[in-house]
């Protein structure tokens, strides 16, 4: 509804708001449920779209397939995981020895070791190295 003053009606702007307008005309009952249908809902006489049990029971079956795929992606996961410790574990007791049996090593191939075992068998020390050797023609 537009009301106007009587001074300035050159001025006034349109009502943009789509207020559909009763129709006092006719009192038929007809009317009245005919102008009740057009004007219920959301405004525009469009209705929402019903949905169907098909579609209800299809969309739970397919969330209900993806559910099953994301579960069983967790629980492959975690047995992998399982698997990557598990093979960790082992690496670490694996370096582990063989870091003792090379420092054993080492020790019985060390310098001191040499020395000692060159020692029982009668070689002598030829002492420091930087000796300048004397060459006679």
Known sequence: M???SPLRKNEVKPNLRKVP???ISSTSPKNKQASKRNTSGNGNGKRIPSIRPGRVILAAIII???GF???THVFATQQLLKEVQQLEKEYNNARQMHDELKLRYDRMAGPAEVYE???QQGFVNGGPADKVLVIEE
Do not use: T
Request: glycine fraction near 6%; proline fraction near 7%.
């Open 2 to 4: 537009m009301v106007q």
């Open 21 to 23: 307008k009763p129709d």
């Open 64 to 66: 209900g397939i993806f």
């Open 69 to 71: 795929m994301y579960l």
């Open 117 to 119: 075992k060159a020692k």
